[in-house]
């Protein structure tokens, strides 16, 4: 693996990287600049191994983005929710993945927790809860990695039910606006993702979406 110990490392690449970009297509960034038209939202893990662009084979435009430790939708994060709002309001984004990963540091600490004093306990103090409400299930396996990622797994369904929840997806859904919801696994042992995404009906039986749905 190639180290960039060095900070200017970065921007000498990133001057490699516009260099090579101009060889293959003179007009790229003069394209580039003029809108967005991203198809994908995604909501994922802060995480420095998923590099969103290169696991989905994705160009610059293409992936509107919000990261967050533990990929977490939170109901009062205004950051997130005027990202989601900008995304089906203004881009029309019709595909929202929540995307979460194995060997999530965020879900390990709302099961170990950290340093009382740490402020990321509270911030995944959801996913704790969620480890806390299916503990009987999840203290029985015996494999702690598995059972890590077990719980990896079920945040994601907790986020895209709380992504539901949100009044942005429940104004698009009284609209009849097309909005898809995908929760997706990276496998970092792989470099596979795993899409856990329920068929609708699946969703209606959680009672999460509007009544003119049922
Ligand atoms: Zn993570």
């Given amino acids: 693996m190639i180290q960039h110990n060095d900070y200017y490392d970065l921007l000498k690449n990133n001057i490699l990287w516009t260099a090579e970009k101009l060889k293959t297509d003179s007009g790229y960034f003069k394209e ?3 809108a967005q038209k991203p198809k994908f939202l995604f909501i994922g893990c802060s995480d420095s191994r998923i590099p969103l662009d290169l696991i989905t084979g994705s160009e610059p435009g293409e992936l509107f983005v919000h990261r967050n430790i533990g990929n ?3 109901l009062t994060d205004m950051n997130l929710l005027s990202i989601i709002e ?3 309001e203004l881009l029309n984004i019709e595909h929202i993945i929540v995307l979460g990963h194995y060997n999530c540091g965020g879900v390990k600490a709302a099961v170990t927790g950290l340093n009382e004093e740490d402020i990321v306990e509270n911030w995944v103090s959801q996913i ?3 480890y806390h409400y299916h ?3 999840l203290d029985a396996i015996e494999d702690k990695a598995f059972m890590y990622n077990q719980l990896s797994e079920m ?3 907790l986020q895209i039910k709380n992504l539901l929840r949100t009044p942005i997806i429940q104004r ?3 609209k009849h606006k097309k909005i898809w919801v995908h929760g997706w696994i990276f496998d970092i042992n792989t470099g596979l ?3 856990l995404t329920l068929p609708l009906d699946e969703w209606k039986a959680f009672d999460l979406l509007p009544e003119e749905y049922h």
Avoid: C, T
């Fill in 32 to 34: 580039l600049s003029l």
């Fill in 72 to 74: 977490q939708i939170n």
């Fill in 86 to 88: 900008y995304a089906v």
């Fill in 128 to 130: 704790s809860d969620l």
């Fill in 135 to 137: 503990r009987k299930e």
């Fill in 155 to 157: 945040n994601v369904i």
């Fill in 172 to 174: 698009a859904f009284r």
């Fill in 193 to 195: 993702i795993n899409d």
